[in-house]
């Protein structure tokens, strides 16, 4: 049997892990295998006592462009061994097939990723797009190169944001809301100013910057560390924060199913056909050009 290509890789360097999305012919957008190969990513890193930083990137042009809507790896049936409690959505029917799904791939191994006892960074570059940004929203800090550019567009699909909802913890009420209903892109200067991003570099300077932050908080006590983030996190969660998001969840559903019933297609009104060709593979982009 043939052993299916890992979507991640994984790279040990002086108590750094680099847990690096590897689908950069499709954007880094993550199918079933991929959530399942970060997972498994951020564990061994977990279980590594030398490792005292995770630092989340993307290889190639972008980030990640979101969930996997439309590439040939598409694995949205595919059956895999499950990390959290939920049972397997690929014999159900209507609507329990997504969300189960979904409470299990994308809201539950997101907030388990949010609890690693370890300081995490994404180092964003390029797009980072609806489920782009929940991976850069459980790491505990972001650093983002000038180039890149945040947004969740799936307002257009009758859908109230990610499944993830963390925009008004990441944003401001006010600002969450212009994000999400006008569904444009916001630079990593904007994200900065209004505190969702921590710094904001040059491209060239991108992994140089995040490797020294990552090396000063490697420096620090390891338990002093997961304390600090455990109290933060309970801070937002008395705040509303899961609470939030499990409506949110539920309101997520609503539409999904209105949009099946009204038109057929959970994703209603969104251009899903342009989505999937910006995260599909162009083989012969460099034939053509000839």
């Given at each position: 049997m043939t052993k299916s290509k890992s979507t991640i890789k994984y790279k040990k360097l002086n108590g750094i892990a680099w847990v690096t999305?590897?689908?950069?012919?499709?954007?880094?957008?993550?199918?079933?295998?991929?959530?399942?190969?970060?997972?498994?990513?951020?564990?061994?890193?977990?279980?590594?006592?030398?490792?005292?930083?995770?630092?989340?990137?993307?290889?190639?042009?972008?980030?990640s462009a979101?969930?996997?809507?439309?590439?040939?790896?598409?694995?949205?049936?595919?059956?895999?061994?499950?990390?959290?409690?939920?049972?397997?959505?690929t014999d159900k029917k209507g609507g329990e097939f997504l969300y189960v799904?979904?409470?299990?791939?994308?809201?539950?191994?997101?907030?388990?990723?949010?609890d690693i006892p370890k300081p995490t960074i994404a180092m964003v570059h390029g797009a980072c797009v609806a489920g782009g940004c929940m991976l850069a929203w459980v790491?505990?800090?972001?650093?983002?190169?000038?180039?890149?550019?945040?947004?969740?567009?799936?307002?257009?699909?009758?859908i109230p944001g990610v499944e993830y909802f963390a925009h008004p913890y990441e944003l401001n009420p006010r600002i969450a809301k212009e994000f999400l209903f006008l569904g444009e892109r916001m630079s990593a200067a904007r994200a900065y100013e209004m505190g969702m991003v921590n710094k904001v570099v040059d491209k060239s300077e991108l992994k140089k910057v995040t490797n020294e932050m990552a090396e000063k908080i490697a420096d620090m006590p390891r338990?002093?560390?997961?304390?600090?983030?455990?109290?933060?996190?309970?801070?937002?969660?008395?705040?509303?924060?899961?609470?939030?998001?499990?409506?949110?969840?539920?309101?997520?559903?609503?539409?999904?199913?209105?949009?099946?019933?009204?038109?057929?297609?959970?994703?209603?009104?969104?251009?899903?056909?342009?989505?999937?060709?910006?995260?599909?593979?162009?083989?012969?982009?460099?034939?053509?050009?000839k």
């Open positions: 999305m590897n689908r950069p012919e499709y954007n880094n957008a993550q199918n079933g295998k991929m959530t399942y190969d970060l997972d498994k990513a951020f564990k061994k890193a977990v279980d590594d006592d030398d490792i005292k930083v995770i630092v989340l990137n993307g290889n190639g042009k972008h980030f979101g969930h996997d809507i439309g590439t040939p790896g598409r694995d949205i049936d595919k059956s895999y061994d499950r990390k959290t409690m939920w049972y397997d959505h799904r979904e409470q299990e791939v994308y809201l539950n191994m997101c907030r388990r990723w949010r790491c505990d800090l972001i650093i983002a190169s000038s180039d890149a550019f945040f947004a969740d567009p799936v307002v257009r699909m009758g338990l002093g560390l997961t304390l600090t983030k455990q109290a933060i996190n309970h801070v937002e969660d008395l705040q509303g924060k899961r609470n939030g998001m499990e409506a949110a969840f539920a309101w997520h559903h609503f539409s999904h199913a209105h949009n099946d019933l009204t038109t057929g297609n959970v994703l209603a009104g969104f251009d899903a056909k342009k989505m999937a060709k910006s995260q599909r593979k162009t083989k012969n982009k460099k034939s053509q050009k």
